[in-house]
């Protein structure tokens, strides 16, 4: 039988985030900057049993409001501009809060942020770290934002103060594959080179590099809408593919066969770049163009069939499948 959880402060997923604003706020009236002080776990109760949970920030801030007052104009308009509905936005601006210059960039959904340019603020005023407000809406994977913003001409191609990065690389180093995917068919500029993936893949010793050794399907995804894109320049496209190679040679198993699917990819022989439709019978990953090229090549690709299969230190497969036998079956 189901057992209805009781809800406090503690398994309420995003209260502390919801909280961190009001608690500077409370630091700022000169109180201990305590949750405690703002909201008891019985005051939360309560607040759930009157309040579907898209209501619950108003009722916080309501609270607040009426124990220590209305906060200070600074605290007021931050709560505004990252307010998570559009009627804690409305309450917000009800009690005194006042649209600051890049508050598109901090917009939660789409319906605020067209509510917020309804009243005048415009969405191609830079943030101070991320260049564009399209930055902070990947980071915080607010695709319906990005798209948003997207349709209103927003520079695709500025570069953060922070980290340098463009929007599509912010987007590419955090395996956001939807945001990804939005800019490119935007119009974005895919040549990608400020990556954290790609300076891992440029290290000496790659596998020093911690960023990319959890590399997951969402980040090949990535790489595969780059290589895919017509867009993409012939430069990027061998630089990928080069780096690929040669971290196949000289790294561990676990980038290796990182690598091969990425190489794979391209839809070229492992061994001499040229068109192949044959994969290797084993790991279905490598691609060769004939029997010469994948024995040429065994004593490298070895470690991505040791990768899937351990301890494996048979001769070269000198049958391969050919995607027509992959696609049937």
């Known amino acids: 039988m189901f057992e209805e959880r009781k809800m406090t402060k503690k398994n309420f997923p995003t209260f502390d985030t919801l909280m961190n604003p009001l608690l500077r706020a409370l630091k700022s009236l000169g109180g201990s900057g305590s949750v405690d002080e703002i909201i008891s776990d019985d005051e939360v109760d309560g ?3 009157k309040s579907a949970e898209c209501f619950i920030y108003r009722e916080i801030i309501s609270l607040f409001v009426k124990k220590f007052g209305v906060p200070s104009q600074d605290t007021l308009n931050r709560l505004t501009k990252e307010a998570r509905t559009l009627e804690t936005f409305r ?10 210059e890049d508050a598109c960039c901090y917009a939660t959904n789409a319906e605020i942020l067209r509510a917020m340019i309804d009243l005048g603020a415009d969405p191609t005023t830079p943030h101070p770290f991320f260049g564009t407000a399209l930055a902070p809406a990947i980071i915080n994977r607010r695709v319906d934002v990005l798209i948003a913003l997207l349709g209103m001409n927003v520079d695709t191609e500025k570069r953060s103060s922070m980290l340098g990065q463009t929007p599509l690389e912010y987007a590419f180093s955090t395996d956001e594959v939807e945001c990804l995917q939005a800019l490119l068919d935007a119009g974005a500029n895919p040549d990608i080179h400020n990556c954290n993936i ?11 590099v911690v960023h990319p050794t ?49 190489l794979a990819l391209f839809r070229t022989c492992f061994g001499c770049d040229k068109p192949a439709r044959t994969r290797c019978n084993l790991c279905r990953v490598a691609r060769y163009c004939d029997w010469a090229c994948q024995q040429a090549d065994w004593s490298e690709h070895l470690k991505i069939c040791q990768e899937k299969f351990p301890g494996y230190t048979g001769h070269v497969l000198i049958h391969s499948r050919t995607e027509d036998a992959e696609n049937s079956g």
């Open 47 to 49: 607040l759930f049993n």
């Open 91 to 100: 309450f917000l601006l009800g009690l005194g809060g006042v649209l600051e």
């Open 198 to 208: 790609l300076k891992a893949l440029r290290a000496t010793d790659p596998a020093t």
């Open 214 to 262: 959890n590399v997951s399907h969402q980040r090949i995804l990535c790489f595969k809408a780059i290589v895919e894109c017509e867009r993409t320049s012939a430069e990027t496209l061998d630089d990928l593919r080069d780096l690929c190679k040669r971290v196949i040679r000289t790294a561990g198993n676990e980038y290796a066969r990182i690598c091969s699917e990425i």
